[in-house]
């Protein structure tokens, strides 16, 4: 009697456009396969918003041109955003606000929106691609792809359907909290986005957590150490400076019990 291994041995072959991992998942009888991705994780402004899509295996035509939504246009990806829910099998959008990151951090934010949108989702995956890192919690196997949204044409639709609905909400933040330019910047921290900080203090949606924004509300800082760990988790940085490469800043204060092992719990 053969014996066979779990999960059976993945043979790939190029296939159209980003559908390659894809198609190998799907012929080894893995599929469907959903893809996760979220916009927001850096600015000091705004919602993280995460996407999850389940695309068909058949590769249409009309999303030939799926791609990492950071690398397309806006109006590119405006219209690519209603062919994708409707051509998807399944899509789901999660909005985690700044509150909610403030409270728990940005990685844990990150990973919890994704386990909702899997969970959101109307049709069950049988496996999801995630952009760069492991997401723990998932109810079916998954694989973290390291520039995923330019690899896997699933977490590109994800990535844009995050995109496409997170830029929408900050041009509604901007006629809501006028100044702040956010229908410009989306939240990120630009020159004019740091002068407007400064000049108007920080609105209900900006992140209290960030460094430059608890310094324009005069809030406490907290350790350096835990706060570069977030920047990196926020994607700032590439790696978590050690105690003695840390930027100081008043009132800063090296403690070592509070960077955890899972970095998002380190504030």
């Known amino acids: 009697m053969q014996r066979t291994g779990w999960p059976p041995r993945v043979v790939m072959r190029k296939a159209a456009g980003l559908r390659t991992l894809e198609a190998a998942l799907i012929r080894s009888g893995l599929g469907p396969v959903a893809g996760v991705d979220e916009a927001g994780r850096g600015p000091c402004a705004g ?3 995460v996407g999850a899509c389940l695309l068909a295996p058949k590769a249409y035509d009309k999303l030939a041109g799926l791609d990492d939504s950071k690398k397309l246009t806006e109006s590119a990806r405006e219209e690519l955003y209603p062919v994708i829910t409707r051509l998807a099998l399944a899509w789901q959008v999660i909005v985690v606000p700044a509150w909610e990151i403030d409270s728990i951090g ?3 934010a990150n990973i919890e929106g994704m386990r909702r949108a899997i969970a959101g989702l109307r049709a069950d995956p049988g496996y999801v691609l995630t952009d760069g890192f492991r997401v723990p919690g998932i109810p079916v196997p998954s694989l973290p792809v390291i520039g995923g949204d330019a690899t896997a044409a ?9 995109k496409v609905t997170r830029d929408r909400m900050m041009v509604e933040l901007d006629a809501k909290f006028p100044g702040y330019g956010f229908a410009a910047h989306k939240g990120y921290n630009t020159p004019d986005h740091t002068a407007a900080l400064r000049r108007l203090g920080p609105s209900s949606e900006h992140r209290r957590s960030w460094r430059n924004v608890r310094e324009a509300a005069g809030l406490r800082p907290v350790s350096a150490v835990a706060e570069d760990a977030d920047a990196v988790l926020a994607g700032e940085f590439d790696e978590v400076p050690t105690e003695e490469s840390s930027v100081d800043f008043p009132g800063a204060e090296w403690t070592g019990s509070r960077v ?4 998002g719990h380190a504030r």
């Open 106 to 108: 940005i990685h844990v």
């Open 154 to 162: 699933c977490i590109a639709a994800a990535s844009i359907l995050a």
């Open 47 to 49: 919602p993280l918003v």
């Open 260 to 263: 955890a092992a899972d970095l």
